[in-house]
């Protein structure tokens, strides 16, 4: 009996499944039509898009770029409080669902096709703290940076930089205790070169900046040509 079953092509029992239990739209849980997945197209059509002249992206590329530290800012969409994008967020880092990540980091290597970007270097995700990562057990950024990588074919190095100091959750935080928080936070793999390189900086979403910034002044620090700072999200 067994064996009968087992004996099924597995793409067969994949096609009976989507008819009995078709995929849900992890926004909003409506049945996801064919050729949709992830969410359904209400939903994706409800997450307003980054544009270059929103005054709230130029504020982010204006902290980001203080101090010289990043070079260009590449978004998505904005993180807003009734937006689909706050489930799908929300499922990705407290529920694993990974195939989220790729899905955000497809649509924000287009974005960083379009703003000439995908052309060079290489991608680096923000990393988590190794405690944070063996209690949820996967890293969010390595995901969307994976997907990044699928649509610009450039490498990902999601061991380049790590954190060497765990920190607070900086929901809480003002903009200058949150730089104060990450001060310190990351460094270099052990010899590690990034000499000359260009560095693709990949975040899930961007509050005050100031974690994207630490990270690229220790990049930067040892020698990097240039950051870019690349997230799936604005929060607005
Ligand atoms: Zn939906």
Redesign the pocket.
């Known amino acids: 009996m067994v064996a009968g079953v087992l004996s099924v092509p597995r793409f067969l029992l994949g096609i009976c499944a989507d008819a009995v239990f078709p995929p849900l739209?992890n926004?909003?849980n409506?049945p996801l039509l064919p050729g949709e997945s992830i969410?359904?197209q209400?939903?994706r059509g409800a997450i307003v898009s980054v544009d270059e002249w929103d005054d709230a992206y130029r504020d982010a590329l204006v902290r980001l770029g203080l101090e010289g530290t990043v070079a260009d800012f590449v978004a998505a969409w904005y993180f807003e409080r009734d937006s689909?994008l706050r489930e799908l967020m929300h499922r990705l880092k407290y529920g694993g669902m990974t195939p989220i990540g790729v899905e955000f980091g497809r649509v924000l290597g287009e974005r960083i096709r379009e703003a000439g970007r995908g052309e060079s270097g290489v991608i680096v995700p923000l990393p988590l703290h190794p405690s944070r990562m063996r209690e949820r057990g996967f890293d969010q950024c390595a995901c969307i940076a994976r997907g990044v990588s699928t649509v610009t074919g450039r490498p990902v190095d999601a061991r380049l930089i790590r954190r060497v100091r765990f920190t607070a959750s900086q929901t809480t935080l003002g903009h200058g205790e949150r730089r104060e928080n990450v001060r310190g936070a990351f460094a270099l793999r052990p010899h590690a070169s990034v000499a000359g390189m260009t560095i693709l900086l990949v975040d899930d979403v961007v509050t005050t900046g100031s974690t994207m910034r630490a990270c690229a002044s220790v990049l930067l620090g040892a020698g990097a040509r240039s950051v870019i700072a690349c997230a799936v999200a604005i929060a607005r």
């Open positions: 739209c926004a909003c409506a969410a359904c209400a939903c689909p």
